[in-house]
């Protein structure tokens, strides 16, 4: 079984800041790595993945993820949020076998301050 | 492109009532899925298909109940609501012929349906 640990609950940042996003995963097996985004009253869309190859992995918006596999962390970056950052992200993995199922993290709320 | 398209967008049931939740792609995917998401806890999943006639239980299957008679459709059905089942229920789908080529079978997702059970 898989589990995924988003360390933070809530981020408020101001515009044109860094931020950072924080995700922890466990498996017994190879994965994939996922963050999903989700605006205001939006369902979820992919934002980046990790497949394999490179560690560091970017993705739509000016977001990018690094892969550590020793730290079996897939923290997000974004070096200037925009106001029209503001959503929650979710992390998933899903083993690498084929048809197996995502499992999410508990998202990262991210409230970007003029 | 319509995607995945969830009905209703909201309602509201009374305790005991039963309903269908509605999920239906154009995509041609072959894996659909049921998850409900609650306030801090990420989004679980409740049944998943993966194709016409095959369906199963995901992390918290209880009190729902679902079928895939088309590859388009796949409804959840609430047998008998509780307010426990208040909350988002999202419907995605995936392509996962994409995994066994070195892809990941990304999910697209519906934008929601909101349920409350009083």
């Known amino acids: 079984a898989q589990s995924v640990t988003q360390l933070d609950s809530q981020v408020p940042v101001f515009e044109e800041a860094p931020v950072e996003l924080r995700c922890n995963y466990s498996s017994s097996v190879s994965v994939y790595l996922f963050w999903y985004v989700q605006y205001p009253n939006q369902g979820l869309q992919l934002l980046l993945k990790y497949l394999s190859g490179s560690t560091l992995v970017k993705g739509i918006n000016g977001f990018e993820a690094e892969f550590n596999k020793s730290q079996t962390s897939f923290h997000l970056r974004k070096p200037s949020v925009h106001i029209s950052d503001t959503a929650e992200y979710f992390c998933?993995?899903?083993?690498?076998?084929?048809?197996?199922?995502?499992?999410f993290g508990g998202g990262t709320r991210v409230l970007v301050k003029p | 492109n319509a995607g995945v398209t969830q009905t209703p967008k909201f309602r509201v049931l009374k305790t005991g009532q039963s309903m269908t939740l509605l999920c239906a792609q154009d995509m041609n995917h072959e894996y659909m899925y049921w998850y409900r998401q609650d306030p801090g806890m990420g989004l679980k999943l409740i049944y998943y298909?993966?194709?016409?006639?095959?369906?199963d239980k995901g992390e918290v299957p209880n009190g729902y109940n679902v079928s895939r008679s088309t590859t388009e459709d796949f409804p959840l059905r609430l047998l008998s609501a509780a307010p426990s089942q208040t909350s988002v229920y999202f419907c995605a789908s995936s392509l996962e012929t994409l995994a066994l080529f070195g892809g990941a079978g990304e999910l697209f997702f519906g934008e929601g349906s909101r349920l409350t059970v009083l």
């Open positions: 298909s993966v194709g016409a006639g095959i369906t």
């Open positions: 998933a993995v899903r083993p690498k076998a084929a048809g197996n199922k995502l499992t």
